[in-house]
């Protein structure tokens, strides 16, 4: 069988997984990616074309013939990159622009929740500054505050100080004429990926991220310090509720589009104590870091499955997972998150470890190869452990031993990543 040519868009860690996937199924002859980074580089070849020139990666798809364009992140999904590459006839996974507002405006996602009674925490459009004070008196704390624009991640802010609470609401009326004042929801996050067109849908192992900086999360919120799968909070009784109550409901809605949905729809969920899952976002795309832990337990043909999701087709696909679990440990700069000393040489980052079912391996993100051909960061999130075994213990131990093997000056990494799960 002749292998498809697929271009991925994007340079994390996310793309490196998904290059490194990819390459390895029968049904994919070569991975290109655009920027990419130094693993998407080993896994096929790099072409620099920024995430975000969408008329540089429609002529970079057509004159590389590619088969098929894997969008990593949002931006361009919400610019539009989709649309166009569905009108030049190239088959795209990742959503239009339109089914990328769930993502690029909250006050849609919310909006649309609400209207098919999908669980999630309530809300109060706030527009106009002299109505702060009235509604932070609706909630009690702890405040959770989002500002309706995609900000990658850094757009909220969840606390129990009233003052931060109400310059937060300003900031954001200022800045972008309304800002949302959500109720606060307790409990345990998950995040499900599920992969949907309008044929059908693949929900892939639930998995837990860890977005604080600091060991036992605390400090600030980062893109996420690490991540594990499945995740034990993700129950079968979980699973079933998520179905019926969100999946079911958010598939039959977005299949009934004027353009169907085809992509990712990342689900972050809020389990509570009782085990009702309420949706705190939607995400238009593969998680970072979740991909990472999440694509090796996939032992059916990703290529395949992407390929029949941007052509709507995903009822057709066999979907089979591997009974392991995984976890990876990301490393970032120094200063990371508020800024990130780059350029610094990398040592270390070839170590892997597989020992029968047991399997450690590095994941690159904002890491590049120098002039000089060294390998360097490039980023705040540089690099990820991964490690894939029968249980989470072993998982984690792997991605330990690689990523203690690891070094770069001034970088970090958090000792207690899947301790919940263990
Ligand atoms: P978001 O970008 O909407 O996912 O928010 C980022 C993070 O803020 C989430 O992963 C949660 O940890 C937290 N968060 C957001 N909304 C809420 C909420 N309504 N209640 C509690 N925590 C929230
Ligand atoms: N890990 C969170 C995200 O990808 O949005």
Redesign the pocket.
């Known amino acids: 069988m002749n292998g498809m040519d697929v271009l991925i868009v994007g340079s994390g860690g996310r793309e490196h997984a998904l290059a490194l996937s990819l390459a390895e199924c029968e049904s994919v002859n070569h991975v290109h990616s655009c920027p990419g980074n130094a693993g998407t580089a080993i896994s096929g070849s790099n072409h620099q074309v920024d995430a975000m020139d969408i008329e540089g990666i429609i002529n970079l798809a057509q004159n590389l013939s590619v088969d098929l364009v894997v969008v990593g992140p949002e931006a361009p999904l919400v610019a539009g990159l989709s649309d166009r590459l569905n009108e030049v006839g190239i088959p795209c996974f990742g959503p239009n622009s339109e089914g990328a507002q769930l993502e690029g405006s909250?006050l849609y996602a919310k909006e649309v929740m609400q209207s098919i009674n999908v669980p999630t925490?309530g809300l109060i459009v706030i527009e106009n500054i002299d109505r702060i004070d009235e509604s932070l008196n609706s909630y009690s704390p702890p405040w959770?505050v989002?500002r309706d624009v995609l900000a990658g991640?850094k757009?909220?802010v969840?606390t129990t100080d009233r003052d931060e609470a109400f310059n937060a609401l300003k900031e954001g009326v200022l800045l972008d004429g309304k800002v949302l004042l959500?109720?606060?929801?307790?409990g345990e996050?998950a995040s499900v990926l599920v992969v949907m067109d309008e044929s059908g849908y693949v929900c892939l192992p639930a998995s837990q991220d860890h977005?604080r900086l600091l060991e036992g999360d605390t400090g600030p919120?980062t893109g996420g310090m690490g991540a594990y799968a499945p995740a034990p909070v993700y129950t079968p009784a979980v699973e079933q509720r998520t179905l019926s109550e969100i999946i079911e409901p958010m598939h039959h809605h977005l299949r009934n589009q004027a353009v169907p949905y085809r992509g990712c729809l990342y689900v972050?969920l809020?389990i509570d104590e009782n085990g009702a899952p309420f949706v705190?976002?939607f995400n238009v795309r593969f998680g970072d870091p979740e991909t990472q832990v999440t694509l090796p337990l996939i032992s059916s043909d990703l290529g395949e499955l992407l390929m029949a999701c941007a052509k709507g087709k995903i009822s057709e696909y066999d979907y089979t997972s591997y009974p392991y679990s995984s976890a990876t440990v990301v490393l970032s700069s120094e200063g990371y998150p508020s800024s990130s000393v780059t350029g610094r040489i990398i040592h270390g980052a070839e170590t892997s470890i597989e020992e029968g079912e047991i399997r450690a391996f590095v994941h690159f993100a904002g890491a590049n190869i120098s002039d000089d051909g060294d390998l360097i960061s490039s980023g705040g999130r540089v690099l990820s452990a991964t490690g894939i075994a029968p249980d989470l213990a072993l998982a984690v131990e792997a991605a330990y031993e690689v990523i203690e093997n690891i070094e770069l000056e001034g970088s970090y990494f958090r000792k207690d990543i899947a301790h919940k799960g263990l």
Not at 182 to 186: I, K, N, P, T
């Open positions: 909250k925490a959770v989002k991640g757009g909220v969840v959500e109720e606060f929801l307790s996050e977005k919120n972050g809020m705190v976002e």
